[in-house]
Nanobody, 115 residues
Framework: VQVVESGGGLVQSGGSLRLSCVAS????????ISWYRQAPGKVRALVAR????????NVADSVKGRFTISRDFAKNTVYLQMNSLKPEDTAMYYC?????????WGQGTQVTVSS
């Protein structure tokens, strides 16, 4: 079982990035996927999550209206589209298998937003 993140980078405030989480080794359509982030000195926090069928999502208030989560079943991939980025969005972003019980995590992808 693996989930692998990509798509992070350095972007100016107001810019956009799209993160990808590619899943392998399990039946992708049977599991929800979550995105978390952790900034230096802060606890890891939920950003967004999506149900196994893609029908429902949950997005943190801090990013609501700016971030969108979606999944592509043909590519076994969950995306996190991040628009109107702010310096406070700077963090390591992780995807994980699950909704509340998270059993497999990726290594993370760094997002840095400059002011």
């Amino acid at each position: 079982v693996q989930v692998v993140e990509s798509g992070g980078g350095l972007v100016q405030s107001g810019g956009s990035l799209r993160l990808s989480c590619v899943a392998s080794g399990f039946s992708f359509s049977n599991y929800p996927i979550s995105w978390y982030r952790q900034a230096p000195g802060k606890v890891r926090a939920l950003v967004a999550r999506i149900t196994n069928d893609g029908a429902n999502t949950n997005v943190a208030d801090s990013v609501k209206g700016r971030f969108t989560i979606s999944r592509d079943f043909a590519k076994n991939t969950v995306y996190l589209q991040m628009n109107s980025l702010k310096p406070e969005d700077t963090a390591m972003y992780y995807c994980a298998r699950g909704w509340t019980t998270l059993d497999y995590w990726g290594q993370g992808t760094q997002v840095t937003v400059s002011s």
